[in-house]
């Protein structure tokens, strides 16, 4: 299996719970941090690659490489991202570099992995988007419009390759205690904003999408208060809307 962003948060505990509980055969950790990617290869006795994932030739040597040396992929943790940007003013250049982080590298992934998946009779798509793109990110447009299109892609691939024996699960999470959360995180307003249901550390979240995997579940949601709040979205979206400006106005500065 692989893992992208395994060098810390998410992506490290996740590479964590497959290799240990989970009894994976061989993890490998993909990172642009290639020495922290490389530690915690080393801690768990896997593989390591440096892959900066908002570019499609590194993505496909992370899965050319692989499956040349270690055989088929058969589960891929699509998991790196960034939170940056704020307004809808950002510069094409950040509009361009977070989504290519954010949504492409899932694009990419599927793009190289699912015919091969689909030729050997399935395998399993997993990928890290947020409650962002379920509800939406006060104070970054950027974050909520690409995670919106993560969770999207994850949907479609669901419903057209099931089929094809392929699994997908998307994870949607809120704040987790990450570099994202943290206080040089590049949004501080919109971190704080997450927490306001509590701050999960990553081996719990790594927890709930080991059981959604299990399960073959579409959505890995570690903060069960996510569901309602879609519930409430879907039910009355003007009043979902007036309750998530006034959300703003509590959070956010001028």
């Given at each position: 299996?692989?893992?992208?962003?395994?060098?810390?948060?998410?992506?490290?505990a996740?590479?964590?719970v497959?290799?240990?509980?989970?009894?994976?055969?061989?993890?490998?950790?993909?990172?642009?941090d290639?020495?922290?990617?490389?530690?915690?290869?080393t801690?768990?006795?896997?593989?390591?690659?440096?892959?900066?994932?908002?570019?499609e030739?590194?993505?496909?040597?992370?899965?050319?490489?692989?499956?040349?040396?270690?055989g088929?992929?058969?589960?891929?943790?699509?998991?790196?991202?960034?939170?940056?940007?704020?307004?809808?003013?950002?510069?094409?250049?950040?509009?361009?570099?977070?989504?290519?982080?954010?949504?492409?590298?899932?694009?990419?992934?599927?793009?190289?992995?699912?015919?091969?998946?689909?030729?050997?009779?399935?395998?399993?798509?997993?990928?890290?988007?947020?409650?962002?793109?379920?509800?939406?990110?006060?104070?970054?447009?950027?974050?909520a419009?690409?995670?919106?299109?993560?969770?999207?892609?994850?949907?479609?691939?669901?419903?057209?390759?099931?089929?094809?024996?392929?699994?997908?699960?998307?994870?949607?999470?809120q704040?987790v205690?990450?570099?994202?959360?943290?206080?040089?995180?590049?949004?501080?307003?919109?971190?704080?904003?997450?927490?306001?249901?509590?701050?999960l550390e990553?081996?719990?979240v790594?927890?709930?999408?080991?059981?959604?995997?299990?399960?073959?579940?579409?959505?890995?949601?570690p903060?069960?208060?996510?569901?309602?709040?879609?519930r409430?979205?879907?039910?009355?979206?003007?009043?979902?809307?007036?309750?998530?400006?006034?959300?703003?106005?509590?959070?956010?500065?001028?």
């Amino acid at each position: 299996m692989v893992v992208t962003g395994a060098a810390s948060g998410i992506g490290r505990a996740l590479a964590r719970v497959f290799a240990g509980p989970e009894g994976a055969r061989h993890v490998v950790c993909a990172d642009i941090d290639g020495a922290g990617a490389e530690a915690v290869a080393t801690e768990l006795g896997g593989s390591a690659q440096a892959v900066d994932v908002g570019s499609e030739a590194d993505i496909v040597r992370l899965i050319e490489t692989t499956e040349s040396e270690l055989g088929p992929i058969d589960l891929f943790c699509s998991n790196a991202g960034i939170a940056e940007g704020k307004g809808i003013d950002e510069p094409d250049e950040m509009w361009d570099r977070i989504w290519r982080i954010n949504t492409m590298s899932h694009v990419w992934a599927a793009r190289h992995l699912v015919p091969r998946m689909v030729a050997r009779g399935g395998g399993y798509l997993f990928s890290t988007a947020s409650a962002a793109g379920l509800l939406t990110q006060i104070g970054s447009v950027t974050y909520a419009v690409t995670k919106h299109a993560a969770v999207a892609l994850a949907e479609w691939l669901s419903i057209t390759h099931h089929r094809d024996g392929i699994r997908v699960t998307v994870l949607c999470p809120q704040a987790v205690r990450t570099n994202m959360t943290g206080p040089n995180s590049a949004n501080p307003n919109a971190a704080s904003v997450a927490s306001v249901d509590g701050l999960l550390e990553p081996e719990v979240v790594a927890q709930v999408c080991v059981e959604a995997i299990d399960e073959e579940r579409f959505f890995a949601l570690p903060h069960e208060i996510v569901t309602e709040y879609r519930r409430r979205k879907v039910a009355d979206p003007d009043r979902w809307l007036g309750g998530m400006r006034r959300l703003q106005e509590r959070y956010m500065e001028d």
